[in-house]
């Protein structure tokens, strides 16, 4: 008997930049959702990639010179690279530049215009850049992009159309006829009011104003655009060719689920289904619109400066620590946030305290007390029931939730069952029954339970923490055959384990020192962004000065609140790690002091010991790599945006005071 196919898609990222952790989000959530239903039994295909052509990339790689598909492969290679640090399970990671692709979105193109659903004509209108998207005069906000209220450009070009309002009546008749279609169900009231009730307008399906793009098969001076290209991509991933569709795709589709941003919902909610509907193809049986993960109040963007990005999140809490605090912490419908403080308040309470403390006592106690193997007298008690009945409702829970996509519930389910078998501890109290060799038979059944609910706890943690999952079936020493969701469905049938000595699998977090570390990084990372700037915005021009502007008028007091004073640099040093920065030691008359400058380009130890400086004296002390410095110099800003240091005379005394 063959067994139940389950195909669930993300949206493939476009491949503008390397991923951060909101990006990062959609593709943990889709495969802790793949690897629950291979828990389950079932035939899975999980499908994620990129979308490679537009015009944003072909100019972004003529600004760094070189050919667009040179400069896709290197954003295309750091997203899988993402995805694979996350120990995501995807079965196959299409990209659009592949062969087989293309061919098929050419042949999708011409069937779709051969029966008079695509047709040529001139389009005008407003265009996005970034979104890549197309805008009438009623769409805008304000003049800006609807989406991401960016500024639009004016646009005229010839183009082919898609008759997309063709299909209107029969999309809107199938989201009434199935209720689960677009969910949650906020999501699908605003894509059913606010773009269907409106009525549909004939879509832009090519552009002629760039190359980089699949070519129409009939017109080359055309490419098709990302709602045909990138769309059908979960349909080119199963080999599919119209009239002719290939054996994953008669085995998988339709798919089970697309994963997919809010921002994006609805190109997937209505412009797919009806290409789809155009084809004659069935649709997909589901859409998942997930939330936002902001960072703090707003959304995550390199311009913001707000950026984390997984592989430097994992570095410090290992990748298991990523992937649970993004699915414990999104909501079903609503943004989640992220900060560093919360992160680290997570890991600790739920990973290091929770789960890792019920693991390493539990197995330490299993060896302390019985050598790693228990014997085989038992004494069960009532509280044993009440263990074993919260085993049985967290599995219950688990697949539940997750099955409804509502990952952060399960993810508590699971928890809960930690914190209750921690319970279990406190009231059983092992290390007094150690103590009377008469309780030796109870303390064989407690500790027997314990191992228990840690194996049914490595099989629940399976979808969402893998490695983590894997650890523990290791130090259980517990055979495959009690790594399933059917070896948990009754609590107490495997016989007793005998456990590895314990290895501690979430090491507590100094969340003080990595929050000090973080903001030191920051305040050089900034350092070095705006020395770079102020360098490229100045380079090849001559160094003039800039229209001089009124500056806002202070009083006496508040200069001299600032204390400058003459210092005199005697000893200078490269930081480690840190191009830009100089370690200097500063005397300013009353003694030495660290000063951390970011004149490393233009300036040797040479050129500054001995030298007399002017120093920012009063300026609250800042941490940058490690180093505490506890000041500033003056300098002002070269030709090319080279910083300039302010040197004094010889005879200026150390300590003197700038007035």
Known sequence: MSKETYYITTAIAYTSRKPHIGNSYEVVFTDAVARLKRLQGKDVFFLTGTDEHGRKNEEAAAEEGVTPKQYVDKIAGQIREICDILNTSYDKFIRTTDNYHVKSVQAIFQKLYDQGDIYKSKYEGWYCLPDESFYTD??????????????????????????????????????????????????????????????????????????????????????????????????????????????????????????????????????????????????????????????????????????????????????????????????????????????????????????????????????????????????????????????????????????????????????????????????????????????????????????????????????????????????????????????????????????????PLFARLDTDKLLAELQATEQETTTIQQEKAAHEAGKDKPCTPPEPEKPAEIGYDDFMATQLVVGQVRACEKVEKADKLLKLTVFDGAGERTIVSGIAPWYTADDLVGKKVIVVANLKPAKLRGIVSQGMLLAADGPGGAAQVVFLPDEAVPGSRIR
Request: proline share 7%; hydrophobic share 40%; charged share 20%.
């Open 138 to 503: 009623s769409q805008l906000v304000d003049g800006k992009c609807p989406d991401c209220g960016r500024a639009v450009e004016r646009a005229s070009e010839e183009a082919y159309f898609f008759k997309m309002s063709k299909y209107q009546k029969q999309l809107e008749e199938h989201i009434e006829a199935n209720p689960g279609f677009i969910f949650p169900e906020s999501r699908k009231k605003e894509m059913v009011n606010n773009f269907l009730k409106p009525g549909l307008q004939d879509l832009c399906v090519t552009r002629s104003s760039f190359s980089w793009g699949v070519p129409v098969p009939f017109d080359p001076g055309h490419v098709i655009y990302v709602w045909i290209d990138a769309l059908s991509n979960y349909i080119t991933a199963l080999d599919y060719m119209p009239g002719n569709p290939g054996a994953l795709y008669k085995r998988y589709w339709p798919a089970e689920a697309h994963v997919i941003g809010k921002d994006i919902l609805r190109f997937h909610t209505i412009y797919w289904p009806i290409l789809l509907l155009a084809l004659g193809e069935p649709l997909p049986k589901s859409i998942f619109g997930h939330p936002w993960l902001l960072s703090g109040v707003d959304k995550m963007s390199k311009s913001r400066g707000n950026v984390i990005y997984a592989d430097d999140l994992a570095e410090l809490i290992g990748v298991d620590g990523v992937r649970y605090y993004l699915l414990a912490e999104m909501p079903y419908a609503q943004d989640g946030t992220i900060t560093y403080e919360r992160i680290f308040e997570r890991y600790n309470a739920d990973l290091a305290n929770t789960l890792g403390n019920l693991v390493n006592r539990s197995i330490a106690m299993t060896h302390k007390y019985f050598g790693g193997k228990l014997p085989t007298g038992r004494k069960a008690e009532a509280l044993d029931n009440e263990l074993a009945h919260a085993a049985k409702v967290a599995c219950a829970q688990m697949q539940e939730k997750l099955d409804a996509f509502r990952a952060s519930d399960a993810v508590e389910a699971v928890i809960n069952l930690a914190k209750r078998a921690n319970k279990y501890i406190d009231e059983t109290t092992p290390w007094v029954l150690g103590k009377d060799n008469a309780q030796s038979d109870r303390l064989a059944s407690v500790l027997y339970n314990l191992l228990e609910v840690i194996r049914v706890l490595g099989v629940l943690l399976t979808p969402f923490l893998p490695a983590t999952a894997e650890e523990i079936f290791r130090q259980l020493d517990c055979p495959a055959e009690y790594q399933t969701l059917n070896s948990i469905a009754t609590f107490g049938v495997v016989p007793a384990l005998a456990p590895q000595p314990p290895t």
